[in-house]
Each structure stands twice: as structure tokens, then as C-alpha cells.
């Protein structure tokens, strides 16, 4: 297996990066006629900074507002609005079903295309692939693209303005990555574009961690007052390149299938993605015997910044032992990233480790 590293052309993060976005773009060579895909949310917090930073470059832009859902219908009409525009590059600013939305548009007429996240609530802004949705929300399919996108850019004052439970679930997404990239290197996986490890893909997931313990909870405390510190920025990284980078190229495992399985019980759907992953990393470390003082490390980590340890925390109390078969059967599917996991898993020992997990992080909790 030969070994693959991918990644953005270009990561830039700071305050007030967003003025910045024309000058990046120029430098790139893809300032043209630039398309905005830009959620609701923050089209009044960005749209005077969007004119001015293309006016000062005098680049030519248009902006179209995102539906709401990344569903085929959706990047039909944003892909419509591209083409009748004329439009040189796409560009998604807001959370990630429009930054996902801005990718598809993009591969699909072959345009760069620049992500500009607004929380950083996941690590998908640096990927090569959008989760499509029906109208209604429902879970579609994974698409892949040939590229990762042309430019990351990261405004932190635009993140720190954002509610801080989107940071804290960042952390949870951001929390699986070392030890999903670690065990897809153990079992001699493919990551998630179908190579070998490398070994800077692991010092990346390694750091990510390590930058979680060190700055997850004082990054915390800067987006509950909405300020920039230099440990926010620290978790921003985190959350948004470190993840990014190891979850594509280090790999998934049973965390991240974990959390697929909770998405079967709609009593989750109102907890974000990586609230469920950091439950879903708990139960990995079940499966994989690990042991207490590691486990320990990831329970005070999670009690530091809120994350869920328990499933009472993801809506569901007093779990049967039969929707909990639901979960494992789901989390064990053909092509799910639980097989990459050095042993084979039964649908047993899937559940028992759930409420394992459960009982562990109800103990933690006192
Ligand atoms: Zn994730």
C-alpha cells in the first residue's frame, strides 16, 4: 500500500481573516469572479467585509444565499446561479452543509473552491468529500473529490462570536482523531483516501490531542466571553486543520462508526456530530482494553469542557438492550470505519462496550 498525505493548498486563521479573503484568493491566482455561498447566519456579519476586501482588489464577486439543507436540489440551484454568473471560483462561508454545498458546486463545474467555516463545530473545512442530504435532512451519501479545497480560510473573531457549545463539539470531533489514526496505523489500514499512513499524519493526530488537553478548557473559557485568545486559536487549529488533516490521512475507526450507529435513534439528532464522537471515542477505548489512566485522561478532558461520557447525555436514558442492537448492527455495516479496527468486532461486543462506556462515565461523574 502506498502511503498518501493530502491536504489544503493553503491554510490561513487569524483575527479578522475574513478581510483578508480577496488578497489570499489574488495571491492564489483564483480571485475570479468568485461565487459566495454564504448561511444566513452570518451574511450580515460578513457581507460588508466581503465588499470591501474584493472592492480593494478589484475583483468582481456575487453572493447567493444557502438554502439551508446540502441536498442535491440545493447545489443544482447554487450551481445554476454559478454558471448564469460566470463564475471563476466558488467560495462557502458559514457552517459545514455550506461549506459542504460550496465543494460540490465547485467539483462539479471544476472551479477552485475556497472554505471559509464559521464555527468550528467539525473538521470537515479541510476535506475532499460533502455528506449529501434529502431536502428533508436525511442522510444521502458521502461524495469524494478529486481535491482538497484551494484555500482554508479561518477567521477566529467570526468563531469566537459563534455559541461555544459549536467549539466544544469541534473538540469532540477533534478528540477522536489521534486515537482513530493511531489504531488505523496498528491494524495496517488504509486512511481515508486509501493510502498507507504517514508518518507526519500521525505527528499530526498526535498534536491534535495534546493541543486538546493542553488548550480545551481555557479555549473554552475565550468563546464564552466571545474573545480571541491565543489559546482559542490554539483549539481553532485543532479543531479545524489538526483533525482535518489526521482524520483524512491518519484514518477513522470505530469512534466515528459509533457515532454513525447513534444517528439511527432519533433521540440524537438534536446533539451535534462531534458530541457524539467524543461518546463514540469512549466506546473505542472499551473495545480496545485500554487502560484506566488513558481512559481517565479522556473523561477529564471531556468533564472540562462539557462534552457528553454518558448515553443519558446524548438522549438516551435507560437505553434497551435492543436499540442498542440497532446502534451496533449500524456501526458494523459493510464499508464503515469500525473495520478498521486490528480485531474483528461482533454486534455483542459493540453494545457491551457502550454501556460500559456509559457506566464508566456515569462513575467519573460521581
Ligand atoms: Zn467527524
Known amino acids: 500500500m502506498l502511503k498518501i ?24 491566482g483564483i480571485a475570479e469572479r468568485p461565487l459566495v455561498i454564504v448561511s444566513d447566519a452570518v451574511r450580515k456579519q460578513l457581507e ?18 444557502f438554502g439551508g439543507e446540502c441536498s442535491a436540489a440545493e447545489i443544482e440551484r447554487c450551481q445554476r446561479a454559478a454558471e448564469r454568473n ?29 472554505c471559509m467555516p464559521t464555527i468550528a463545530a ?44 459549536y467549539l466544544v463539539a469541534g473538540m469532540g470531533d477533534a478528540l477522536a482523531t489521534w486515537f482513530e489514526a493511531e489504531t488505523t496505523q496498528r491494524a495496517c489500514k488504509p486512511n481515508q483516501v486509501g493510502g498507507a499512513d504517514t508518518r507526519v499524519a500521525i505527528a499530526i493526530a498526535r498534536l491534535c490531542y495534546d493541543t486538546l488537553l493542553a488548550d480545551g ?28 488533516l489526521g482524520f483524512e490521512s491518519g484514518g477513522l475507526a470505530v469512534a466515528h462508526a459509533v457515532h454513525n450507529g447513534l444517528t439511527a435513534l432519533p433521540e ?22 485500554r487502560d484506566s489512566q488513558e481512559i481517565n485522561e479522556v473523561l477529564g478532558f471531556c468533564a472540562a469542557v462539557g462534552l457528553p461520557v454518558t448515553l443519558a447525555q ?51 461523574q460521581g
Open 5 to 28: 498525505f493530502c491536504s489544503p493548498s493553503r491554510y490561513v486563521q487569524g483575527p479578522e481573516a475574513s478581510r483578508s479573503l480577496a488578497q489570499q484568493m489574488a495571491h492564489l
Open 48 to 65: 460588508p467585509v466581503l465588499n470591501e476586501s474584493f472592492a480593494a482588489a478589484s475583483v468582481g464577486f456575487d453572493l447567493i444565499d
Open 86 to 114: 460566470g463564475a471563476g471560483s466558488i467560495v462557502g462561508a458559514g457552517g459545514g452543509k455550506a461549506l459542504d454545498t460550496a465543494r460540490a458546486v465547485a467539483s462539479a463545474l471544476n472551479l477552485p473552491v475556497v
Open 122 to 165: 467539525s473538521d470537515a473545512p479541510c476535506s475532499a468529500l460533502s455528506v449529501v442530504y434529502s431536502p428533508q435532512g436525511i442522510f444521502e451519501r458521502c461524495q469524494f473529490y478529486k481535491r482538497n479545497p484551494d484555500l482554508v480560510l479561518v477567521d477566529t473573531s467570526v468563531i469566537a462570536r459563534a455559541p461555544e457549545r
Open 217 to 244: 478548557a481555557m479555549a473554552l473559557e475565550a468563546a464564552r466571553q466571545h474573545v480571541v485568545t491565543p489559546a482559542l486559536e490554539r483549539i481553532v487549529e485543532a479543531n479545524v486543520l489538526l483533525s482535518g
Open 268 to 289: 440524537t439528532h438534536a446533539f451535534l456530530h462531534g458530541e457524539k464522537v467524543a461518546f463514540g471515542t469512549l466506546v473505542q477505548l472499551v473495545l480496545e482494553g
Open 314 to 364: 446524548l438522549g438516551l436514558d435507560h437505553l434497551s438492550a435492543e436499540r442498542a442492537r440497532i446502534v451496533a448492527e449500524r456501526s458494523l455495516v459493510d464499508g464503515e470505519t469500525s473495520h478498521n479496527e486490528p480485531f474483528a468486532l461482533t454486534t455483542t461486543a459493540v453494545m457491551d462496550a457502550l454501556f460500559a462506556a456509559d457506566a464508566i462515565g456515569r462513575a467519573h
